[in-house]
């Protein structure tokens, strides 16, 4: 089992940043693909980016495409999320994913664990 607990979320002004934490227990996650999602009221959860469990490489959601950063530390069991110049139509709760799949995938289904999240809200 791996246990996964976001951190770093808050309240930040359009055009601000936030780095997001995602720290993993129980198992460490160097041979996990990790993704991150979020979910806005009323909508459903939708990808975000993810990253290999080398770190090597990465895909994006066209939305945050140039604006987040994903990373990993597997020395550290963590995986980052850097988000810059952020929309209120970034405001969401965000959630951390460990996949034990190799392959790339942006659906929420293909991942096997599941952190609890941390909201984040961009004002205008």
């Known amino acids: 089992q791996v246990q996964l607990v976001e951190s770093g979320g808050g309240l930040v002004q359009a055009g601000g940043s936030l780095r997001l934490s995602c720290t993993a227990s129980g198992r460490t996650i160097n041979t996990y693909r990790m993704g991150w999602f979020r979910q806005a009221p009323g909508k459903e959860r939708e990808f975000v980016a993810t990253?290999?469990?080398?770190?090597?490489?990465?895909h994006y959601a066209d939305s945050v495409k140039g604006r987040f950063t994903i990373s990993r530390d597997n020395a550290k069991n963590t995986v980052y999320l850097q988000m810059n110049s952020l929309k209120p139509e970034d405001t969401a709760f965000y959630y951390c994913?460990?996949?034990?799949?190799?392959?790339?995938?942006?659906?929420?289904?293909?991942?096997?664990?599941w952190g609890q999240g941390t909201q984040v809200t961009v004002s205008s």
């Open positions: 990253i290999s469990w080398s770190g090597g490489t990465t």
């Open positions: 994913a460990a996949s034990r799949r190799v392959y790339y995938s942006g659906s929420p289904d293909e991942y096997d664990y």
